[in-house]
């Protein structure tokens, strides 16, 4: 089955620097990759994804970009603000074993503080 | 529009006692997955419902059972719970596509096994 491979595990930066979380993927068959910020004690919400036939992709200060030939895809948060402070997640789409079933595979987490 | 709908928020039983976590969408979303949380473990598929009438085991299925009611409604069943399943469970369903996953998560329910 796929295996997701998230790091660092931690993550402190300074307000108004880059924050970068890179993720590693096994099945090449994986065609999604989605993004998600969760606050303590609340919900996982998606933040950003990208498709497997985009390198990259752009939300203001949030981008993603996608190597699909190392398979490996990273997150960059760019000017941090302490509001960005939570638990990240990346996951990988893959196909389940019924048919037309898709499912994600998640990365352990990254939580990234940042310090005002 | 409520999104992914989870009762209960919180839950205390004792070894051996049985409990079902219950799950419903207004989304109109084909797809419906539970997921277990343990802190540095990340989220860890239990088992998932493509569509209505399907359940498939994930990641981590032993100790548990589901059951889909209907195309909104997708319950977890814990028969026999042991402290190794103290967790956070989340509810999450999706649209059944190839290439945009997205899954909204419900807002979880922390079980407590004592």
Same mark, same amino acid.
């Given at each position: 089955?796929?295996n997701?491979?998230?790091h660092p595990?931690?993550?402190?930066?300074?307000?108004?620097?880059?924050?970068v979380?890179?993720?590693t993927?096994?099945?090449?068959a994986?065609?999604?990759?989605p993004?998600y910020?969760?606050?303590?004690? /609340?919900?996982?919400? @998606?933040? !950003?994804?990208?498709?497997?036939?985009?390198?990259?992709?752009?939300?203001?200060?949030? =981008?993603? %970009?996608?190597?699909?030939?190392? /398979?490996?895809?990273? @997150?960059? !948060?760019?000017?941090?603000?302490?509001?960005d402070?939570?638990v990240?997640?990346?996951? =990988?789409? %893959?196909?389940?074993?019924?048919?037309?079933?898709y499912? @994600?595979?998640?990365?352990?987490?990254?939580k990234?503080?940042?310090?005002? | 529009?409520?999104?992914?709908?989870?009762?209960?928020?919180?839950q205390?039983?004792?070894?051996?006692?049985?409990?079902?976590?219950?799950?419903?969408?207004?989304?109109?979303?084909?797809?419906?997955?539970?997921?277990?949380?343990d802190p540095?473990?990340?989220?860890?598929?239990?088992?998932y419902?493509a569509?209505?009438?399907?359940t498939?085991?994930?990641e981590?299925?032993?100790?548990?059972?589901?059951?889909?009611?209907?195309?909104?409604?997708?319950s977890?069943?814990?028969?026999?719970?042991?402290?190794?399943?103290?967790?956070?469970y989340?509810?999450a369903?999706?649209?059944?596509?190839?290439?945009?996953?997205?899954?909204?998560?419900?807002?979880?329910?922390?079980?407590?096994?004592?």
């Amino acid at each position: 089955g796929e295996n997701v491979e998230q790091h660092p595990s931690t993550l402190s930066v300074q307000e108004g620097d880059s924050a970068v979380i890179k993720c590693t993927y096994s099945d090449s068959a994986s065609n999604y990759f989605p993004w998600y910020k969760q606050e303590l004690g /609340k919900r996982p919400q @998606l933040i !950003i994804d990208i498709r497997s036939n985009v390198g990259e992709k752009k939300d203001q200060r949030i =981008a993603v %970009t996608l190597n699909k030939t190392a /398979k490996h895809f990273s @997150l960059h !948060i760019t000017e941090t603000q302490p509001e960005d402070s939570a638990v990240y997640f990346c996951a =990988a789409s %893959t196909q389940g074993s019924g048919a037309g079933s898709y499912q @994600l595979t998640f990365g352990k987490g990254t939580k990234l503080s940042v310090i005002p | 529009n409520a999104g992914v709908t989870q009762t209960p928020k919180f839950q205390v039983l004792k070894t051996g006692q049985s409990m079902t976590l219950q799950c419903a969408q207004d989304m109109n979303h084909n797809s419906m997955y539970w997921y277990r949380q343990d802190p540095g473990m990340g989220l860890r598929l239990i088992y998932y419902s493509a569509s209505e009438g399907t359940t498939d085991k994930g990641e981590v299925p032993n100790g548990y059972n589901v059951s889909r009611l209907n195309k909104r409604e997708f319950s977890l069943r814990l028969e026999s719970a042991a402290p190794s399943q103290t967790s956070v469970y989340f509810c999450a369903s999706s649209e059944r596509s190839p290439a945009k996953n997205i899954q909204y998560f419900g807002a979880g329910t922390r079980l407590s096994v004592l």
